[in-house]
């Protein structure tokens, strides 16, 4: 294919760029300036991938006004118009070549061909130019399998290759060791632990004005049966169609076992579940007594639909990552002033989250109390123990693989900065996150059975009201589920320390707030009922 972009016409096609996409960045989702007007674009680096038609332009643009300045990663095709289309959503606009003829500008993660090219770019390895290319030893990196994009409005754009690879292009970058790579090989070099192996990475060099910044991760693709948001959903709406749902038992904390806890082949059946004896069963046929009323003393109920030794199993496998990460990298005991500065940095946050969300203020005194017992906690000399963490966790961050539950996206909150990120906390935060996921699938699963987004189910009739107990009734009972097989598998069981579960799943929940506020308003509803719950003392059992 004859060269469509050659290095002469990067420059004039960057420039044509810098036009062109203020207005395109602010339809990203990856975007964080979103509610702004087109934000003014730099373009700071500028590499050709390859030069055929189409051609393949590598872009890192300064957006924002001064002071406020982010960076994102751009993939450009370029293509003669008229000698094939682009993908469909795709274009950004239209430029021209050195002899005036039109060039088509487009997302090239959209385009298998361009994927490959940057593939075999990734796998070829080198340094030398503005972007550089890197393999883990021994990485094996197929070239020749079909790119397809799974998801191009997420945090970042993931980049299949049949079902071996999967190459996460870093949207909105930060500059230092990334979370994602540092972790993902962390936990590689810890060996037998639920998490994708990583392969290769991009990073620009060192002439880079922010310094040596991550563009890119190559890692393992984990063929699964589906995510765990869509896993629980799924079954969750099923239970609630069908109308028939229960409580949960044995709520009790579980002493933390020590070490050990493999979460070994396939998952457990309810059977050998059974005979280890711990915590809440699947019932086929239970007496309600939830210790919120959930489900009404005394009613009979039916099973939950099959997913509670699927939410024992990711406690188990969450623990195991904990333990690889406290093994892998830093792991220690806060002093007591350190314990006082964590409390402190869960109020810094609440009160950055009340500035952009009124809603919050009626919950801010409680929640701060709630940060105060925490420190008072650490006063009593209780050592608070801290560890790298996932970070971000949550149902869709963790994928059911035939073998078992396999964590992804060890990112951390991709609107945090970076050292905020890589700081060592305590593991019941990623806990926390996961139980208040199961709150919104839970949610989630109600809004699809009762035809209404969330935002809308006040008033409920009998039968939505009725549902929402069972709603309420799954969630309870696949928390328990999880922190049961977290403990389990060696993790602290979360149901010891009350306070400070509470004070993560409130500091969660407010983050979440933010999130949907920014994001998906109609979502809303979901975590602010857990803060208002948080707040005024009812934890959600766990
Ligand atoms: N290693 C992997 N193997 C298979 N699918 C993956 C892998 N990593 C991510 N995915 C899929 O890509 C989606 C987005 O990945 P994620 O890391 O969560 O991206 P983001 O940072 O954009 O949120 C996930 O929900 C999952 O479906
Ligand atoms: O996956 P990301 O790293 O992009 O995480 C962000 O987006 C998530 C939503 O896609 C958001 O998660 C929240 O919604 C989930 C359901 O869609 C739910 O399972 C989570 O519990 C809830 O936090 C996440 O917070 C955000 O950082």
Known sequence: MSAVVDATDVERLTAELRLLLPGWLTGRRWFAGKGHHAPPVEPVLADLVHSGDPALLHLVVRAGQAGHEEWYQLLVGVRRAGTGTVPDGSLIGRGADGDGSALLLYEATEDPELMSRLLARLAAEGTGGPVEYHRLPDADVPLGLPARVLTAEQSNTSVAFGDRLMLKVLRRLVPGPHPELEMLTALWRAGDVPSARPLAWAQTSDAFP?????????????????????????????????????????????????????????????????????????????????????????????????????????????????????????????????????????????????????????????????????????????????????????????????????????????GHPLHERRRLQPAVRDVAAMLRSFDYAAHHALSEVLGTPPAEHAPLGPRGARLARRASAWAVHNRRAFSAGYA???????????????????????????????????????????????????????
Not at 319 to 339: F, G, I, K, N
Not at 381 to 392: E, I, S
Not at 508 to 521: C, I, L, S, T
Request: charged residues 25%.
């Open 488 to 542: 389990e598998a060696g993790g602290t069981d979360p149901r010891c320390d009350p306070v400070l579960l509470r004070a993560f799943e409130a500091d969660k929940a407010v983050y979440e707030a933010v999130y949907e506020a920014r994001n998906r308003p109609e979502w809303l509803p979901i975590p602010l009922e857990a803060v208002r719950r948080l707040a005024h003392g009812r934890t959600a059992a766990a």
């Open 210 to 414: 922010a310094g040596r910044t991550t563009l890119a991760v190559l890692q393992q693709f984990v063929p699964s049966l589906g995510d765990g948001w869509a896993l629980a959903t799924a079954g969750a709406a099923r239970v609630f169609r069908s109308d028939q749902a229960g409580s949960g038992s044995g709520a009790g904390c579980r002493a933390s076992q020590g070490g050990g806890g493999r979460q070994g082949g396939a998952l457990p059946t309810d059977d050998n579940a059974a005979r280890r004896g711990a915590g809440p069963r699947e019932p086929g046929m239970i007496r309600t007594r939830g210790p919120e009323g959930v489900a009404g003393e005394g009613a009979s109920v039916a099973p939950f639909g099959g997913f509670t030794e699927e939410a024992r199993a990711l406690g188990r496998a969450t623990a195991e990552v904990h333990s690889a990460l406290a093994r892998q990298l830093d792991s220690r005991a806060l002093t007591p002033a350190e314990a006082d500065e964590l409390a402190a940095g869960l109020t810094r946050r609440l009160d950055e989250a009340v500035d952009e969300l009124p809603e919050l203020l009626p919950f801010a005194g409680p929640l701060r109390d709630i940060h105060r017992s925490l420190r008072s906690g650490a006063d009593r000399g209780r050592p608070l123990l801290v560890q790298r963490v996932h970070g971000d966790l949550h149902l869709g961050q963790v994928l059911r693989a035939p073998h078992g539950w396999v964590l992804i996206d060890f990112e951390g909150e991709p």
